[in-house]
């Protein structure tokens, strides 16, 4: 081993070269932003781009800035396009410069908050402390930041099944339950849900899809229904989901029947809020929510809504017994000490899947004190009322039609040109939408409804202005009567 061998590490040979380069990314990564709407929405990445990534493992070190050099070549110019002003695919936040910048802070302190006695637990438990002033649970509930909605309800749903399934489910295992359990929630359920259910062994036919009402909500009368015949044959129902922000529309369930219905059945009462528990946030929305405080379980997405760069979900328990019952395990390695860094009275480990665990805390955290909780609201109110604004766009053309009620800020719409028959629409919807996107105009997505493909528009954007929804009308038309003639 040679002398510098034996004393290298990973820090840069020239600290100040790498300060000047970490000014540099900084000054790009703001102007980046800053400029984000003069650029297109999305762009394909180009042939040649995409060969580079087919290089092999790099062995040896390469220069900092030439590494950054090709990040600004091959990587920046072409992100998924959820930072734009016109980006309402799936459902996205936009993030933040203050996220990334605490994103970097986060990464610099590296700490890991599976366990330990520092800083960032505090951090996390604070920010656990406002997710539950945000929806109303009581300040003894706990919960856990996990990677985001599909997480936070496979952790919800795990300890409803541990809880309700009766005996030592850890021990025994879903095998020796001499009952089959079930698991309510509408036909607008988010795909992760099910998933949840399978992991939980339960299986997918477990989860009863219950038809819905014509504003895409739970239909209640229906539910009760499937319930009862559920215990006549045998089942256990263990747990009903609730969605206040459904993913195709943004239905809105009523949270306070479903309760009733909860306890009416002593099942868990679970809400997949990934889309709409942030929004009790907004003064506007608020009231559509009631409800929510009385949920065993709540999911909450902060990198939708409240635009935390991702990764960012959380998961509130009532119980907080019932939560570390469900996935405490402490071997030796993993014990507290009664002080040093092996201290401290919650390590979050003992509350979720990982043992290792980012300080994406502090993003979120950083981005509260920021902001504040009002205006982070009126960020939610304003795309809600964008989304009624583009509504009536769409209602005052000739050319457009909804499709669905607009709940929430989803708007689902198509291109109509008259007597075309529904084979023809779909495809001219899906070739508008491919367009707009290939243009780089707007990134709406898709669904459909009752066999209709609509031009789906998800606004949890605080970039998008109200101009951007008339731009988006006036070019769904455009293309079509370019795509139709
Ligand atoms: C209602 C709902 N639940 C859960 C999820 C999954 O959340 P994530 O993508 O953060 O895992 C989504 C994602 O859009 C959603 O809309």
């Given at each position: 081993?040679?002398?510098?061998e034996?004393?290298e590490?990973l820090?840069?040979?020239?600290?100040?070269?790498?300060?000047?380069?970490?000014?540099?990314?900084?000054?790009?990564?703001?102007?980046?932003?800053?400029?984000?709407?003069?650029?297109?929405?999305?762009?394909?990445v180009p042939e040649a781009v995409k060969e580079t990534f087919k290089s092999g493992l790099p062995e040896q070190p390469g220069d900092a800035t030439a590494v950054y050099e090709e990040f600004l070549t091959n990587i920046f110019p072409y992100?998924?396009?959820?930072?734009?002003?016109?980006?309402?695919?799936?459902?996205?936040?936009?993030?933040?410069?203050?996220?990334?910048?605490?994103?970097?802070?986060?990464?610099?302190?590296?700490?890991?908050?599976?366990?330990?006695?520092?800083?960032?637990?505090?951090?996390?438990?604070?920010?656990?402390?406002?997710?539950?002033?945000?929806?109303?649970?009581?300040?003894?509930?706990?919960?856990?930041?996990?990677?985001?909605?599909?997480?936070?309800?496979?952790?919800?749903?795990?300890?409803?099944?541990?809880?309700?399934?009766?005996?030592?489910?850890?021990?025994?295992?879903?095998?020796?339950?001499?009952?089959?359990?079930?698991?309510?929630?509408?036909?607008?359920?988010?795909?992760?849900?099910?998933?949840?259910?399978?992991?939980?062994?339960?299986?997918?036919?477990?989860?009863?899809?219950?038809?819905?009402?014509?504003?895409?909500?739970?239909?209640?009368?229906?539910?009760?229904?499937?319930?009862?015949?559920?215990?006549?044959?045998?089942?256990?129902?263990?747990?009903?989901?609730?969605?206040?922000?459904?993913?195709?529309?943004?239905?809105?369930?009523?949270?306070?029947?479903?309760?009733?219905?909860?306890?009416?059945?002593?099942?868990?009462?679970?809400?997949?809020?990934?889309?709409?528990?942030?929004?009790?946030?907004?003064?506007?929305?608020?009231?559509?929510?009631?409800?929510?405080?009385?949920?065993?379980?709540?999911?909450?997405?902060?990198?939708?809504?409240?635009?935390?760069?991702?990764?960012?979900?959380?998961?509130?328990?009532?119980?907080?017994?019932?939560?570390?019952?469900?996935?405490?395990?402490?071997?030796?390695?993993?014990?507290?000490?009664?002080?040093?860094?092996?201290?401290?009275?919650?390590?979050?480990?003992?509350?979720?899947?990982?043992?290792?665990?980012?300080?994406?805390?502090?993003?979120?955290?950083?981005?509260?004190?920021?902001?504040?909780?009002?205006?982070?609201?009126?960020?939610?109110?304003?795309?809600?009322?964008?989304?009624?604004?583009?509504?009536?766009?769409?209602?005052?053309?000739?050319?457009?039609?909804?499709?669905?009620?607009?709940?929430?800020?989803?708007?689902?719409?198509?291109?109509?040109?008259?007597?075309?028959?529904?084979?023809?629409?779909?495809?001219?919807?899906?070739?508008?939408?491919?367009?707009?996107?290939?243009?780089?105009?707007?990134?709406?997505?898709?669904?459909?409804?009752?066999?209709?493909?609509?031009?789906?528009?998800?606004?949890?954007?605080?970039?998008?202005?109200?101009?951007?929804?008339?731009?988006?009308?006036?070019?769904?038309?455009?293309?079509?009567?370019?795509?139709?003639?």
């Amino acid at each position: 081993m040679s002398n510098e061998e034996y004393y290298e590490t990973l820090d840069p040979e020239d600290w100040d070269e790498m300060r000047g380069l970490a000014h540099q990314m900084v000054d790009d990564a703001v102007e980046y932003l800053k400029t984000v709407g003069d650029r297109p929405v999305w762009q394909a990445v180009p042939e040649a781009v995409k060969e580079t990534f087919k290089s092999g493992l790099p062995e040896q070190p390469g220069d900092a800035t030439a590494v950054y050099e090709e990040f600004l070549t091959n990587i920046f110019p072409y992100p998924l396009g959820n930072i734009h002003p016109r980006f309402w695919a799936w459902y996205m936040g936009n993030g933040t410069i203050m996220g990334a910048l605490a994103e970097f802070m986060a990464a610099t302190m590296n700490p890991n908050i599976g366990g330990g006695n520092h800083v960032a637990g505090l951090v996390e438990a604070q920010v656990l402390n406002w997710m539950k002033e945000v929806v109303g649970l009581p300040t003894d509930a706990s919960g856990l930041l996990v990677s985001g909605g599909s997480m936070a309800n496979l952790v919800g749903l795990t300890i409803a099944r541990n809880t309700l399934a009766g005996g030592d489910l850890r021990k025994n295992g879903v095998q020796s339950l001499d009952r089959k359990l079930t698991v309510y929630a509408s036909t607008e359920v988010h795909s992760c849900n099910q998933k949840a259910v399978e992991l939980l062994g339960l299986g997918s036919d477990s989860l009863r899809k219950i038809e819905i009402n014509d504003d895409y909500t739970i239909n209640l009368q229906k539910l009760e229904s499937k319930i009862v015949e559920d215990i006549q044959s045998g089942y256990q129902p263990i747990c009903i989901i609730a969605t206040p922000g459904t993913v195709n529309t943004g239905a809105i369930d009523d949270l306070n029947a479903i309760a009733d219905l909860c306890l009416k059945f002593n099942t868990w009462f679970h809400v997949d809020g990934a889309i709409g528990a942030i929004a009790m946030l907004s003064d506007t929305v608020r009231p559509l929510l009631t409800g929510i405080e009385r949920a065993d379980s709540i999911a909450l997405d902060l990198h939708k809504w409240m635009h935390v760069p991702f990764e960012a979900g959380c998961v509130l328990v009532r119980d907080e017994k019932a939560h570390r019952d469900s996935f405490s395990l402490t071997p030796e390695y993993l014990e507290k000490t009664e002080g040093g860094l092996a201290s401290g009275p919650v390590w979050f480990s003992e509350y979720g899947v990982q043992l290792s665990r980012s300080f994406r805390a502090l993003k979120i955290w950083m981005m509260m004190k920021e902001h504040g909780s009002k205006k982070l609201g009126r960020m939610i109110s304003r795309n809600v009322d964008q989304a009624q604004y583009l509504g009536r766009l769409i209602e005052k053309s000739a050319h457009l039609e909804l499709i669905a009620p607009i709940g929430l800020d989803i708007v689902c719409y198509r291109y109509n040109p008259g007597e075309t028959d529904l084979p023809t629409l779909n495809h001219l919807n899906r070739s508008i939408l491919i367009e707009l996107q290939e243009q780089g105009i707007a990134a709406p997505s898709y669904t459909t409804l009752n066999d209709r493909y609509c031009i789906r528009v998800a606004i949890a954007n605080h970039r998008s202005r109200y101009e951007d929804f008339d731009l988006l009308i006036e070019q769904t038309i455009r293309i079509g009567q370019s795509i139709s003639a």
